[in-house]
C-alpha cells in the first residue's frame, strides 16, 4: 500500500542553508499533497501543503514544488535552522474511501 | 478543543497478555486512522475507518482490531501481545481523504 517515496532518509544542513526533501507518488488520482513536521516524542503536525493546480506554495521559509507529469512533490527549507531539526514525512491522499499515505520520513539535522 | 487524545500515553504489557488503546476527536471527522511508528519505518498505517461501524485493514493490520461503534472514537486492540508489537501507536483523524490530518500525541507500548 506505500504508493509514496521518500528520499533521502537523513539530511545534514549547515545553518542558514537550504534543506530539499524530495517525494514520488504513482497514483494519478492522489489530489492533495501535505508535508508533516514531527519533533521527538511528538505527533506529527501539518506544515504546508499544496493541491495539483498548483506548481508552488510558499509559507515563509517552506516551500513545496509540485510536478504533476513527474509526480513527484518536494519540501524546500530555505535558510535553515538547528529549530528546524525534526522528521519531515510527505504524504498524498485523494478524494473516495481510501487513507491518506504517508512516505517514510526523512530525520532532517541542522547544524551550527 | 481537544483534537485528537489518545489514551494511555504510556504501556507496558507482558507477553500474551491484552489491551485496548483509545482514541477521541471532538472535531466531528469522518476518517480515523491507527498507525504505529518504529525507528527507521516511517508512519505504518494498522487500520482505518472512512465513518462510524465502518472498518478496513491497512499495510501492517496483523495481530490488531479495532472498532469505530462512535464517530469520535476508533479503537484499537492488542488481542495477544507480542514483541513485535512494542511501538509507538499514533491515531489521526481527518474529514476526509484529501484533508489535513490530525494527530494524538502518541501511545508508547513496551512489550516485554
Known amino acids: 500500500q506505500q504508493q509514496v517515496k521518500q528520499s533521502p532518509q537523513s539530511l545534514i544542513v549547515q545553518k542558514g542553508g537550504i534543506s530539499i526533501i524530495n517525494c514520488a507518488y504513482e497514483?494519478?488520482?492522489?489530489?492533495?499533497f501535505p508535508w508533516y513536521q514531527q519533533f521527538p516524542g511528538k505527533g506529527p503536525a501539518l506544515l504546508i501543503a499544496i493541491r495539483p493546480d498548483v506548481s508552488e506554495k510558499k509559507e515563509g521559509r517552506f516551500t513545496i514544488s509540485f510536478n504533476k507529469s513527474a509526480k513527484q512533490f518536494s519540501l524546500h527549507i530555505m535558510d535553515s535552522q538547528p529549530g528546524d531539526s525534526a522528521t519531515y514525512f510527505c504524504a498524498a491522499g485523494s478524494s473516495g474511501n481510501t487513507p491518506l499515505v504517508f512516505g517514510k520520513g526523512t530525520r532532517l539535522s541542522v547544524i551550527a | 478543543n481537544a483534537g485528537v487524545t489518545q489514551t494511555p500515553k504510556f504501556r507496558v504489557l507482558k507477553t500474551g497478555q491484552s489491551m485496548t488503546l483509545l482514541c477521541a476527536q471532538d472535531?466531528?471527522?469522518?476518517?480515523m486512522y491507527w498507525y504505529r511508528q518504529d525507528p527507521g519505518m516511517g508512519l505504518r498505517l494498522i487500520h482505518y475507518s472512512v465513518g462510524e461501524g465502518t472498518t478496513a485493514k491497512g499495510e501492517v493490520p496483523d495481530g490488531y482490531n479495532v472498532s469505530r461503534l462512535k464517530k469520535q472514537n476508533f479503537l484499537l486492540g492488542l488481542e495477544s501481545a507480542a514483541p513485535s508489537q512494542t511501538s509507538v501507536y499514533f491515531c489521526?483523524?481527518?474529514?476526509?481523504?484529501?484533508?489535513?490530518?490530525?494527530f494524538g500525541q502518541g501511545t508508547r507500548l513496551t512489550v516485554v
Open positions: 497514483n494519478t488520482a492522489f489530489d492533495y
Open positions: 489521526a483523524s481527518t474529514p476526509r481523504g484529501n484533508t489535513e490530518a490530525f
Open positions: 472535531m466531528n471527522h469522518e476518517y
